[in-house]
């Protein structure tokens, strides 16, 4: 068999030049949550591009001043991680859970946005793109 030459580590620094990494949980299992975001502020400091979407009872983080109530003791606070990706990459919020918890884009930190399903495909079987579940 031939080698692929897009499969050669020496032309790239990453064979991942994407991440994306979804969380669906926030306050009731922080420590996943801040393991999430840990991972994802950590990989968009290596230079990848991430991109953060928030599920289900994360989307919280998205939301001013929501972050900075949840404390992990030994863990970077999850408003810095969160800032952090805002300024680096792409925090997303899930289109059915901001209207079951009736959220619109005014009411998320600046920068956050909303979007669906299709998107979140789109983005995860892009090529060089490796996803992570929290």
Request: charged share 15%; proline share 5%.
């Amino acid at each position: 068999m031939t080698p692929d030459p897009n499969d050669d580590l020496t032309q790239s620094p990453h064979r991942t030049s994407r991440l994306v990494v979804k969380l669906t949980g926030v306050a009731v299992d922080s420590e996943q949550t801040s393991q999430g975001m840990t991972v994802a502020a950590t990989a968009a400091a290596t230079g990848l591009d991430v991109s953060l979407w928030l599920t289900g009872e994360a989307v919280w983080i998205a939301v001013p001043g929501r972050a900075e109530q949840v404390v992990l003791p030994h863990a970077a606070p999850l408003a810095d991680l969160r800032d952090a990706l805002l300024a680096t990459g792409r925090v997303t919020v899930c289109t059915q859970c901001a209207a079951r918890r009736a959220l619109t884009a005014q009411d998320l930190v600046a920068g956050a946005e909303i979007r669906g399903a299709a998107s979140f495909v789109e983005e995860i079987v892009a090529p060089h793109t490796t996803a992570l579940v929290y």
